[in-house]
Nanobody, 125 residues
Framework: QVQLVESGGGVVQAGGSLRLSCAAS????????MAWFRQAPGKEREFVGG???????YYTNSEKGRFTISRDNAKNTVSLEMNSLKPEDTAVYYC???????????????????WGQGTQVTVSS
């Protein structure tokens, strides 16, 4: 059974950078669309960005230009590079997989059927 494990979270000052990683164990990502979500206290889980197996990425407008998603299909990892971090980026960040074999990156958490445990990112002002 495949599992997703995130790493790389921590505390960073505003304007700083962090790189999160998500590794799959058990089997390969295959054609799964991989995505990053985040959830701040008292808020709903929100889509950050996603990436297809062929490397095509999709971001929400607020993260475009600051965040970069990449994946290494051979190593079975997906990463989220975050730059120019703001206090409002503080949240638990989750890696997720949509294993249905679709081609379109979805922004709804309900479309993803496999989740990691999350990693905390705290941006101090």
């Amino acid at each position: 059974q495949v599992q997703l494990v995130e790493s790389g979270g921590g505390v960073v000052q505003a304007g700083g950078s962090l790189r999160l990683s998500c590794a799959a164990s058990g089997r390969t990502f295959g054609s799964a669309i991989m995505a990053w979500f985040r959830q701040a206290p008292g808020k709903e889980r929100e889509f950050v960005g996603g990436i297809r197996r062929d490397g095509l990425t999709y971001y929400t407008n607020s993260e475009k230009g600051r965040f970069t998603i990449s994946r290494d299909n051979a190593k079975n990892t997906v990463s989220l590079e975050m730059n120019s971090l703001k206090p409002e980026d503080t949240a638990v960040y989750y890696c997720a997989a949509d294993q249905r074999g679709v081609l379109r990156v979805r922004v709804s958490a309900a479309e993803y059927d496999l989740w990691g445990q999350g990693t905390q990112v705290t941006v101090s002002s």
